[in-house]
């Protein structure tokens, strides 16, 4: 199901969650890759940056559009620890991603399972391959760890 290199990837995109766990933020991270090559990384900076758009896919996105030159992001996958929200999807779909490899479901928010199948609507002008599961265990431990300390 899953390759050592997307085993790798997904251990960069947690470590930035980690990072977004030690400054107080939501922890999720993201990463970009193109080729086998790391283009693009983010990690939710909500809170820091006081900006609602600040989600580690969004940051992701806009790192890897800089690095590139280019907005599309034609033939890259993104490896996020989070089940992506309805903002994140779409900007997903708009930078034209080839795949989506995300850890865990988000049951409150995540579109792409929990809540919607936002990825499989019929009306997207681009399609987007999408799987789960990669590091769910790591992924929910942090974030449950997180929710736990702030109650």
């Not at 790391?38 to 809170?47: A, D, H, M, T, W």
């Not at 006081?50 to 800089?66: L, R």
């Amino acid at each position: 199901m899953f390759s050592q290199q997307d085993k790798a990837f997904m251990s960069e995109a947690f470590e930035l969650a980690q990072e977004s766990y030690n400054y107080n933020e939501v922890p999720v991270g993201a990463i970009i890759v193109n080729n086998g090559k790391i283009i693009g990384r983010g990690r939710n900076n909500v809170i820091i940056n006081n900006d609602v758009t600040s989600h580690a896919e969004i940051n992701a996105i806009k790192d890897a559009s800089k690095n590139i030159q280019n907005y599309r992001l034609v033939n890259c996958q993104m490896y996020v620890t989070l089940e992506p929200c309805h903002m994140c999807a779409k900007a997903i779909v708009d930078s034209r991603l080839k795949s989506v490899i995300f850890s865990t479901l988000e049951p409150k928010t995540g579109c792409i399972i929990s809540i919607d199948n936002f990825l499989d609507a019929r009306h997207l002008n681009h399609r987007v391959e999408y799987e789960y599961g990669l590091m769910q265990k790591e992924s929910t431990d942090l974030l449950k760890s997180f929710f736990e300390k702030r109650r």
